[in-house]
């Protein structure tokens, strides 16, 4: 079975600094990854996602994530933070199903202070 | 492109009544919806798939009876919470997957925070 793992629940930086958010995932087949964030009593917003093409991968508002088979991780990072950053991030990978459905991990916060 | 409209945002019920959640693909057809329930601070458990035409698919453990999804079209699919108890008060997220023309992905709709008293 396809599953996630985000290393940090919390994670702190100050604004300007970089930001790395770990994941590592666990597939039998090759598979789609997404990053997400969330935002309070929001729905959630793709940043990006890698679907067997190029293994760096580009999002949006700086972020960018590298997916590493032999490391099998997928971790998130940006050059420098900004205040609005501060929100919720989920790793995310589809199940392979017929129904393709996505396994979430289990979330990391970022804060970022001033 | 490949927006997931839902309603309400929010919603407040009494004990032992019923609450209707819709979730509409605005620009596309949605073949595939998933509904979720996030409880605070935690992730997004995955509740129910739904495909337009059929019966929707629950995961072990979610009562099929009391949480009652609809996909009768491409574009609209709904979740019903019947006789809610304050248990159920959480934070529910359709999502719709995307194929085809608008590309490869997920998208999301805003959530609905439900509170039952």
């Known amino acids: 079975a396809q599953s996630v793992t985000q290393l940090d629940s919390h994670v702190s930086v100050s604004e300007g600094t970089p930001v790395l958010l770990r994941c590592n995932y666990s597939?039998?087949?090759?598979?789609?990854l997404f990053w997400y964030v969330q935002h309070p009593n929001k729905g959630l917003q793709l940043l990006l996602k890698?679907?067997?093409?190029?293994?760096l991968v580009k999002g949006i508002n700086g972020f960018e994530a590298e997916f590493k088979k032999s490391e099998t991780s997928f971790h998130l990072t940006k050059p420098s933070a900004h205040m609005s950053d501060a929100a919720e991030y989920f790793c995310?990978?589809?199940?392979?199903?017929?129904?393709?459905?996505?396994?979430f991990g289990t979330g990391t916060r970022l804060l970022v202070s001033p | 492109g490949a927006v997931v409209s839902q309603h309400p945002s929010w919603v407040i019920c009494k004990s032992g009544t019923s609450v209707k959640i819709e979730c509409r693909s605005l620009d596309f057809q949605a073949t595939t919806m998933f509904w979720y329930r996030q409880f605070p601070k935690q992730s997004l458990m995955l509740m129910a798939t739904s495909n337009e035409g059929s019966k929707a698919t629950y995961e072990q453990g979610v009562e099929k009876d009391k949480f009652l999804i609809n996909h009768a079209s491409l574009t609209l699919s709904t979740l019903t919470v019947t006789s809610a108890h304050p248990e159920d008060s959480s934070f529910y997220i359709c999502?719709?997957?995307?194929?085809?023309?608008?590309?490869?992905?997920?998208?999301f709709g805003s959530g609905t925070r439900l509170t039952v008293v």
């Open positions: 890698y679907t067997s093409a190029a293994t």
């Open positions: 999502s719709a997957r995307i194929t085809g023309a608008k590309g490869y992905g997920y998208t």
């Open positions: 995310v990978v589809s199940d392979g199903s017929g129904f393709q459905k996505l396994v």
């Open positions: 597939s039998s087949y090759s598979p789609s």
